[in-house]
């Protein structure tokens, strides 16, 4: 398998005189190109009052720029095939484009003038914040997406981590055309914006081109001030929906460490060996052993802040408390039990072998490489993770289940009758 | 028979397994796909879940192979493993460093060959496939679309939801799967696909010795086979669904089988003409111009015995009369009205573009062999490209008129309760 995309000699980093960082893997096996533009700047990075705004600023930067209307746009990227999209995560943005080797001069020139020069007209605002309005409420059709904001929300409190990325009916409604670009001026800058390149096409090209779209763009005189996270102070809960559902969703969460604390690469394995496959332990001990469920898994999301470790379980509403017990046990155990070296060595190669097999398509290696980038952890973290995953013991795993697994955050979602008494037994 | 044109090789083995296997120098990783015609259409009525079910049982083991041993052995080397069922087909594939595979394509084969089916794990399986049955029900799409199989397909089985239902799987036993199981999982009804960092010829004899042995064909209830339906004409029917927070349209169209591939690849045509993209006609008037509706698509869905073409809108539910008017009335000027050559143009780069997309990894291009192996030949997806770039305007607006016609077809739409 790839160990690492840094041992393959084709990786080329350069930084422009105005800051802007460009990354380059030539992989001429297939006639596709992928890029990715990264932004520094995410969900986290939007005042409270103004929940929603990077995700509703990213949606409005494909509907208008100084010189094209929105349907100009679609037409210019449909017309070739190509695929342009955005996305706002928790951490950065960013737009991500794909196209037949041909075409890339033309879609990447685009898509750079959509970073720079968005024009958020009034009536695309109009527009999106009607269909966005609609798809915050229609995350009431799904129970998982209820259960998890409702854990998010006990969990981070007032944090930007615990907002939906998509924001809430009543910020939504009151977003603006200024403040869409008081946004833009501050945060969208070209020494906070990473650009990856991959597929057929050489460096010189590929660099030439970003330098051509991109080369002449300034950043402002002043840096916006640095992103300064709050203090979760929050308790541990229990909290539930009551819905008429078929099957009840459990979850429990517990904060997690940040990317760069030392306990990081711990939590991913533990992430593994609980919740990640077929062969893992929640799966293996609560569908396959004793049929509670279809879906039973684990997740602990990279942040740059304060992250979280949840797992969770859709079942029938009269196995609430019993799923409940299931997962406890299961994340407490770590705390108390030492795990085996075949435990630890079979969570290794499966942590590490599923990485290596989530770099097989220019996309996804456009998007590892400048996400590394982007969070300031550099490309050479491609190789570090899989060094520090490979280092990880089993004390370390005690160690850090003990440093983190204290009282979980419950969230329950299902008929009241199901779930209610479960919620009051745990107080 | 090895095929020269095609970039894939197409080897039929003595005991009549189909091997597909192309190599992918650049890549460390191989895929496995097994692919076997033992999808939900090979099921007696009484029977209906029964291949889905099958396919969660294959991983419970074989006398050789205790429960759970295949999915650590894989997950341990750093690969993955998963499967899926439909009408027409149930797959199992594997995902794995490419030095790996001979250790790992025997179990995989044994696991397929001679599946166990204990019953205590029978038992147990069952209460995970009703889990997953009642997660399907949480859920309004999954609702709605089986409402609109039920009425576009009638009596044929692709109206059936391929995991049955929990009335039905409480009936059945191990001893009827163990049936279904030998009678379809047989070397003529299985296709073999093998992409990526390995050669030809130490993958031919690594498959020839995995798979052999196949159990003798017991008799088993044939399945219930009733003819593709004519839609009479416009049926429709709505569904009140509780925690709904938008409605749906959704209309849909039958369209020709496998046996006419020509004919569907133009439906895929005109489905991105009318709906994919923001520059595509319905896209643009009814959610970018006229904001009708909160999103519009149109869906083309290539099966054996008939394809399926879809219209599906997110809408308040008091547009729903207006759009449904609207749509029927696009599609009388798709037919009567000549189709720009830019419009043409577009759809052609969209949809070889998307093919080009869709092949880049092993486990892609593994998935579309695989899929056309089973339902019609390998090869066949060789055609699509050139297929889509001969049609003209001239052949599009009959396919439009003949199967798209506003006078039949299916309408099913969700409303809140």
Redesign the interface.
């Known amino acids: 398998?790839?160990a690492s995309l840094l041992q393959t000699p084709q990786l080329h980093r350069t930084v422009l005189p105005n800051g802007l960082t460009v990354l380059v893997l030539e992989n001429p096996?297939?006639?596709?190109v992928s890029a990715r533009l990264f932004i520094r700047a995410g969900s986290s990075a939007e005042a409270h009052h103004q929940a929603g705004l990077v995700s509703f600023l990213m949606g409005l930067l494909t509907k208008g720029t100084e010189t094209m209307a929105?349907?100009a746009i679609?037409?210019t990227?449909?017309?070739?095939?190509?695929?342009l999209g955005t996305d706002a995560a928790a951490d950065y943005s960013v737009i991500s484009l794909?196209?037949?080797s041909a075409d890339f001069p033309e879609i990447f020139a685009l898509a750079a003038t959509l970073l720079r020069q968005p024009s958020f007209p009034e009536d695309e605002i109009d527009?999106e914040r009607?269909?966005t309005l609609?798809?915050i409420?229609?995350m009431?059709?799904q129970?998982f997406t209820l259960a998890f904001n409702q854990l998010r929300q006990d969990i981070y409190g007032h944090h930007p981590y615990g907002r939906p990325g998509i924001g809430n009916e009543a910020t939504v409604a009151n977003l603006t055309q200024a403040d869409l670009i008081a946004f833009h001026r501050q945060h969208i800058r070209p020494d906070h914006v990473v650009v990856t390149i991959v597929g057929r096409i050489s460096p010189e090209a590929a660099q030439a081109q970003v330098e051509n779209a991109l080369g002449d763009w300034s950043a402002p005189p002043t840096a916006p001030p640095p992103l300064r996270l709050p203090a979760v102070t929050t308790a541990a809960t229990c909290s539930r929906v009551a819905?008429?559902?078929?099957?009840a969703i459990v979850m429990v969460g517990y904060p997690a460490a940040p990317v760069k604390h030392p306990a990081y690469a711990a939590l991913k394995l533990i992430n593994t060996y609980l919740g990640?496959?077929?062969?893992s332990r929640l799966f293996?001990e609560l569908?396959?052993?004793?049929?509670?469920?279809?879906?039973v898994s684990a997740f602990y999301p990279t942040r740059l802040g304060l992250s979280k470790f949840v797992a969770y379980i859709?079942?029938?509403p009269e196995n609430t408390a019993t799923a409940l017990e299931g997962l406890r046990t299961e994340v407490d155990r770590l705390r108390t039990t030492v795990l085996s070296d075949d435990e630890i060595?079979?969570s290794k190669?499966?942590l590490?072998?599923?990485y290596?097999?989530g770099k097989?398509?220019?996309a996804q290696i456009a998007q590892l490489l400048g996400w590394y980038e982007i969070l300031e952890l550099g490309v050479e973290y491609d190789q570090q993770f899989q060094d520090m995953v490979a280092a990880v013991t089993a004390l370390d795993i005690e160690a850090v289940a003990q440093e983190f697994f204290h009282t979980p955050y419950i969230s329950l979602l299902g008929p009241e009758e199901a779930i209610g008494p479960v919620a009051v037994a745990q107080g | 028979m090895i095929s020269v044109d095609f970039p894939a090789s197409v080897i039929r083995l003595d005991n009549g397994l189909t091997l597909i296997h192309q190599e992918i120098a650049a890549t460390p990783v191989v895929v496995a796909d097994v692919w076997v015609r033992a999808g939900a259409i090979a099921e007696p009525a009484e029977w209906a879940g029964m291949a889905h079910f099958l396919e969660h049982m294959i991983f419970k083991g074989t006398d050789q192979l205790p429960p759970g041993v295949f999915d650590y052995a894989i997950e341990t080397q750093g690969g993955m493993t998963n499967a899926a069922t439909s009408h027409d087909y149930a797959h199992f594939y594997i995902t794995i460093a490419a030095d790996m595979l001979p250790h790992t394509l025997p179990y995989l084969a044994d696991l397929l060959l001679h599946a166990a089916i204990p019953a205590d794990e029978f038992d147990r399986e069952r209460q995970v496939v009703l889990e997953e049955i009642r997660q399907a029900q949480d859920d309004p799409d999954w609702l709605g679309y089986q409402a609109m199989s039920e009425l576009v397909y009638q009596d044929h089985p692709y109206g059936r939801p391929v995991l049955g239902t929990a009335e039905i799987l409480q009936q059945r036993s191990p001893e009827e799967m163990r049936c279904f199981h030998q009678a379809h999982y047989q070397p003529d009804k299985m296709t073999v696909v093998i992409t990526g960092g390995i050669p030809l010829e130490p993958t031919i004899a690594m498959v020839k010795h995995a798979f052999r042995g196949f159990a003798s064909p017991p008799p088993c209830p044939p399945a219930a086979i009733a003819p593709v339906p004519n839609l009479p004409g416009v049926r429709r029917e709505t569904l009140h669904l509780p925690r709904l927070e938008q409605s749906r349209l959704c209309m849909a169209w039958l369209g020709p089988g496998v046996d006419q591939l020509e004919t569907a690849h133009g439906l895929d045509l005109l489905a991105a003409i009318l709906a994919e993209g923001r520059s595509s006609r319905l896209v643009r008037e009814l959610r970018e111009d006229r904001q009708l509706v909160q999103d519009i698509g149109a869906g083309f869905s290539l099966q054996r015995d008939c394809s399926l073409f879809t219209i599906q809108a997110w809408l308040d539910g008091d547009a729903i009369d207006r759009v449904e008017a609207i749509v029927c009335d696009r599609l009388s000027e798709l037919a009567a009205q000549p189709i720009s050559d830019g419009e043409i143009a577009r759809a052609k780069r969209l949809l070889c573009n998307d093919y080009a997309f869709s092949t880049e990894a092993p486990g892609q291009l593994a998935g579309l062999y695989g899929y056309y192996g089973t339902v019609a030949t390998a090869e066949h997806c060789l055609a699509y490209v050139p297929t889509l770039q001969r049609y003209t305007d001239e052949q599009l607006r009959p396919l439009a008129s003949q199967y798209l016609t506003p006078l039949r077809y299916v309408s099913t739409i969700l409303r809140p309760a």
């Open positions: 398998m790839t096996v297939a006639d596709i929105s349907m679609a037409e990227v449909e017309s070739v095939g190509a695929s794909k196209t037949v527009l009607r269909l609609q798809q409420r229609s009431q059709e129970p819905q008429e559902t078929n099957q990640n496959g077929l062969s293996v569908r396959e052993k004793r049929g509670l469920a279809y879906d859709g079942t029938a060595q079979a190669n499966k590490l072998g599923q290596a097999l097989q398509t220019n």
